[in-house]
């Protein structure tokens, strides 16, 4: 053990932490404006007073061999420029703007303005040696997870989960490669008359305003939400400071994120929808401790938040002096994992809703009309409680030019050319560069242009033609990308089995396809159908023996390219038939959003039988990308797909979460995620 490990203990960060870590947010920050005289050097003396009481305040991080997250350990002794970074603006010569910035990992909402309050107080911050640390709070938490109530706490948070992709999206969401990730904030100042009748109906419905906003909230993501399911996940931020005396006065990550299930059905009223929440606020209360502590949270882990961001306090005496009024113009403490987070905050008697999202998914325009909306909706909730959310109003000024910019322009629409016949365009662009790569070998596109052109020969050969279908019994491998654009350059479709389900699926499968042919390979022999023949590839010779030269085959929109067959979880499997058409447009579309170039690396995890394979397949192919094949044993094997990335780094890649998750515990991020 060196000297430096011994002269530092070190904490696990606490889940709320955690989850800033792996959300890679910046840091928070606390804009004020300060009227007077301004003594930078009595400022910067009183941030380092309240970061020698405040551990949080002085949190450094360590990096530790083997964990997905780092340590922190607690500074003894600090200045205020080691923690929180101060900037200041001189507006004219009595009026300045402050910018306090301090580490994500010590400060939430409520943290920040508790440091207003402390930076207007009179009395300079003093050490309480009874209260609570953070650090000691970390560790209760995590101590709770053995108690005798962590069970049921448990089979509570087990209830409220959804899987979000089964939500659908938001209308106005739009992805948008050239623009920034990091989120940023739409602001609206809400009209008079909803203050006032949020007020008064608050007052008779003994509701309070972070309920009933977040209630209107919900109901307007439902109402634009383009799923099938009316469940969605609402995160309610929460800072459990509001729960407990004891912590009251304890600084640093508190804030929470506890997803409820938000799922009322359109005929109930607001004010059913509001009671059933204000339920289920008391059961989140009652059982957050156990929500989000166990294991690692996902970085995206859901769409929707909401976070009550009350009052931000009036003017403020400066150190206690009247003659230097202090003055809060914004807080932005934004946790991690939601792509929108409505902040709702008072401000001089007026709530001000804050809308934070990032600009490769929301533009402006569609974060100001949702706050429009926002607005409209509450105003009719208010005045008609009874009224059922499907009809409650919708209305904002901005909503159809929002709608029209979601639009692309109506351009002449393109003349169809096949997918197999741009793939051939683009192996004449780019025949050296290099198309597939698997664990046994790689083919150029060239290579693979020339080997597809010959098995496709040999399938003409065989009778095989327009509209017939053509089984594949491969391994996720460049066999069977291989065999897939020979079967559409013949013009037939292909229908991809997943030779490591049961037999027995396959052959369901085949029997109810009749493909006129099957072809196979290191897989295996497919399940046997009379009088249907077959090729193993591996026979290169009976195959590789025809021109080179792409066949002479009319492909039209409407053929069928390839036959996907469901999961058969509620009864037999059933085939879904995809069009060349459907396919090209597909395709295109996917090209576009990611801007896919010539030479970068595409990974394949997935099963090739199931449609989320396909994003980058053909889209890569088609740009002269270099797409990698992983087997089934690689994809499970966190460092074995981490070995794989260090020897060939891949740019894009489209995974499940569980996948994700299980790579992301058992290896550090930066070896398994891809670079772009």
């Not at 156990?290 to 909401?306: L, M, P, T």
């Not at 005045?383 to 919708?394: E, G, R, V």
């Not at 010539?598 to 990974?603: D, L, M, P, T, W």
């Not at 199931?610 to 690689?634: I, M, Q």
Request: negative net charge.
């Amino acid at each position: 053990m060196t000297a430096y490990e011994k002269r530092e203990e070190a904490f696990a960060l606490s889940p709320q932490q955690r989850s800033q870590w792996l959300g890679g947010l910046p840091p928070v920050r606390l804009e004020l404006e300060i009227r007077g005289a301004l003594v930078l050097e009595r400022l910067q003396q009183r941030l380092a007073a309240l970061s020698a009481c405040h551990e949080a305040l002085r949190v450094r991080v360590r990096p530790e061999p083997g964990l997905l997250t780092p340590l922190q350990v607690i500074e003894s002794t600090v200045t205020a420029a080691d923690g929180i970074t101060v900037e200041v603006q001189s507006v004219d010569e009595d009026r300045h703007r402050v910018v306090l910035q301090l580490p994500v990992l010590s400060a939430d909402r409520g943290t920040l303005l508790r440091l207003v309050q402390a930076l207007a107080s009179v009395q300079a911050p003093a050490f309480d040696d009874e209260a609570m640390t953070y650090t000691q709070y970390s560790a209760w938490l995590y101590e709770l997870q053995a108690d005798d109530d962590a069970e049921q706490g448990r089979r509570f948070w087990a209830t409220q989960a959804l899987d979000d992709s089964t939500t659908g999206e938001l209308l106005y969401r739009q992805v948008r490669s050239d623009h920034a990730d990091v989120p940023v904030i739409t602001r609206l100042t809400a009209m008079p008359q909803l203050r006032m009748a949020l007020d008064g109906f608050c007052q008779r419905r003994g509701a309070s305003a972070e309920q009933v906003l977040m209630a209107a909230w919900g109901v307007l993501l439902q109402r634009l939400s383009s799923g099938d399911s009316p469940a969605l996940t609402l995160n309610w931020v929460h800072d459990c400071r509001d729960d407990y005396e004891e912590l009251a006065d304890c600084w640093g990550q508190f804030a929470k994120p506890l997803p409820l299930r938000w799922e009322p059905a359109p005929e109930h009223s607001f004010a059913q929808a509001l009671a059933n929440l204000q339920t289920l606020c008391e059961h989140a209360i009652e059982w957050q401790e156990y929500c989000g502590v166990g294991a690692a949270q996902a970085i995206e882990a859901s769409h929707y938040g909401f976070q009550w961001g009350a009052q931000l306090p009036g003017p403020l005496g400066l150190l206690g002096s009247s003659a230097s009024p202090l003055t809060v113009l914004d807080v932005q403490a934004i946790p991690s994992g939601m792509e929108l987070l409505l902040v709702a905050e008072t401000l001089g008697g007026d709530y001000r809703l804050n809308l934070s999202h990032p600009p490769s998914r929301y533009s402006e325009q569609a974060a100001t009309t949702l706050l429009e909306q926002l607005q409209s909706l509450l105003l009719d909730a208010l005045a008609n409680p009874d009224k059922p959310l499907s009809q409650l109003s919708l209305q904002a000024p901005g909503f159809a030019a929002t709608l029209a910019a979601l639009q692309p322009p109506l351009d002449a629409p393109p003349t169809f050319t096949s997918v197999p016949a741009r793939f051939s365009q683009c192996a004449a662009q780019f025949p050296g560069h290099l198309a597939l790569r698997d664990h046994n070998g790689h083919l150029s596109y060239a290579e693979l242009d020339a080997r597809s052109n010959q098995l496709a020969h040999y399938l003409r050969a065989q009778g095989v033609g327009r509209e017939d279908r053509v089984a594949l019994y491969l391994d996720r491998s460049v066999q069977m990308v291989l065999a897939m654009l020979a079967v559409l350059k013949s013009g037939a479709a292909f229908i991809p089995l997943d030779a490591q389900q049961p037999a027995q699926r396959s052959l369901a499968i085949l029997q109810q396809a009749q493909p006129a042919f099957v072809l196979s390979g290191a897989a295996g022999s497919a399940p046997v159908l009379p009088s249907v023949d077959s090729l193993d590839l591996r026979n290169e010779a009976a195959w590789q023996q025809g021109p080179t030269s792409a066949p002479d085959v009319d492909i039209q929109p409407e053929d069928a390219a390839y036959v996907l067959f469901t999961s058969g979880s509620t009864g037999t499997p059933k085939g879904v038939i995809v069009e060349h058409r459907q396919l090209g447009s597909y395709v295109a579309r996917v090209s576009r959003r990611l801007k896919l170039a010539a030479g970068e690396r595409s990974a394949v995890v997935t099963s090739l039988a199931a449609d989320l394979g396909y994003t980058l397949l053909f889209p890569a192919l088609l740009s002269g990308g270099e797409v990698h094949l992983l087997d089934k044993e690689t994809a499970m094997d966190a460092q074995a797909w981490a070995a794989w990335q260090a020897q060939y780094p891949i740019d894009h890649l489209k995974i499940v979460p569980s996948l994700l998750d299980a790579w992301l515990i058992h290896a550090q991020s930066a070896a398994v995620l891809p670079r772009k």
